[in-house]
Every structure is written in structure tokens, then in C-alpha cells.
């Protein structure tokens, strides 16, 4: 996401409450497949993000986990990332910089995740709401109308999940078994991004571990 929209998230997910540092009753393990775009930059992208979300509070009613950066280790396999910007005024010569970058080839960043997952056992149903971002950067190629070619690394992040930060429980998904939370989910954050995020496209499956 962009540098934006991605810091009002982390804020608010650091608002959140937290009730513990690490998890003594496991953690949900697995993946998420993405595919998402913002819209000013224009940027599409895919990825497979692996997370390791510690449970830190189990009870009959439910089981939650809540982690904050450095308690939930994840990876970032990002396999598209496609970047263009069209600068809004022109400059002394007249010209509307553009400028566009891809990845220069598929790249596993280590990464951390942050943020929170509900299980509610009595209504049957959970929610959750992630960010994830690189330790790393990753590598581009780009090219714009002042230079024909050259390379830059960034870092890259996203938010993953039901809904924004304090919003997931809106549209929680269908609970069938508490060991394994699998669903496909389109998440629209356009509202709570300002317009800024597109539609991210995900598909994950996690497992209760031990």
C-alpha cells in the first residue's frame, strides 16, 4: 500500500488493545495468495504472504490473538509489482514527468505482521485484521521521461483481512472448524484508505498449531 495509507494503518493498529506479548496456547499458521491495486499511484501487485499469528487468549467463547510487530513473523513472496505515476503540473519545459517501475524478478522479503484475529465459537463466525510489511526492500527497474532506465528498492507492505483496522468485525466470515480458518474474501478498503487502495483480492488458509 502507499506510504500514506499504510502508516494511518499501522497507527491504528497500534491503538488496539493487547493482552499479551506471545502466545502459550499456539498460533495460527498458513498463507494468504493476494492480488491488490492502489490508485494514485497507480499500482497492481500479487503476492503469497506466510504468517505465524500467535493465540495469546482461549476461552469457551472464543479464541482470540492479538500481536503486535515482532511477535508475528511472516515472509512476503511478491510476484508482480507494477508501479505508474503521472506527476499532476508540468514542469519548466512543459512536460508531465512520468515515471514507471516493475519488479525486477519474483523476491521473498522477510517481514513482520501486526494486528488481530477473532474467533467468536457462539456465533460461529470470525473476523481479523492484518498489516504486513518487509523488513526488506524489494528490487524495481523503472523508467521514466527524464531518465530511460534505472534501478530502486523499496519496501512494501499491505493490509490483509476482513476489513481496516476496527472495522473487521463488519463482515466476519462463517466459522466451520476453530483449527482452520480458510475463505476467499474481497476486501474494499477504498472508504478507510481515502480512495487511495484498491480492491485487495485474498485467499488464505490457517491452521491452528500447536
Not at 98 to 125: H, Q
Request: some cysteine; proline content about 5%; aromatic content about 6%.
Amino acid at each position: 500500500m502507499n506510504n500514506h495509507a499504510l502508516v494511518a494503518t499501522l497507527a491504528a493498529l497500534l491503538a488496539l488493545p493487547v493482552h499479551a506479548q506471545k502466545g502459550k496456547a499456539g498460533a495460527y499458521v498458513g498463507t494468504f495468495e493476494v492480488s491488490g491495486s492502489e490508485r494514485d499511484p497507480k499500482v497492481s501487485y500479487k503476492a503469497t504472504v506466510k504468517v505465524n499469528l500467535p493465540v495469546t487468549g482461549s476461552t469457551a467463547s472464543g479464541i482470540e490473538a492479538d500481536f503486535l510487530a515482532g511477535d508475528a513473523p511472516a515472509t512476503i513472496k511478491v510476484t508482480q509489482y507494477d508501479f505508474f505515476h503521472r506527476e499532476k503540473s508540468a514542469d519548466s519545459s512543459g512536460t508531465f514527468v512520468e515515471t514507471k517501475c516493475s519488479l525486477a524478478g519474483a523476491v521473498e522479503l522477510p517481514a513482520m505482521a501486526m494486528g488481530i484475529v477473532n474467533v467468536d465459537l457462539r456465533k460461529k463466525n470470525y473476523a481479523m485484521s492484518l498489516v504486513v510489511s518487509s523488513t526488506k526492500e524489494m528490487p524495481l527497474n523503472c523508467s521514466s521521461t527524464r531518465q530511460k532506465s534505472f534501478r530502486k528498492s523499496q519496501g512494501f507492505g499491505m493490509a490483509l483481512g476482513t476489513g481496516a483496522p476496527g472495522m473487521q468485525s463488519e463482515n466476519p466470515q462463517a466459522l466451520s472448524d476453530p483449527a482452520r480458518l480458510a475463505a476467499k474474501y474481497t476486501m474494499d478498503a477504498a472508504t478507510q484508505s481515502g480512495g487511495a487502495v484498491g480492491p485487495v483480492v485474498q485467499e488464505w488458509d490457517l491452521k491452528l498449531a500447536q
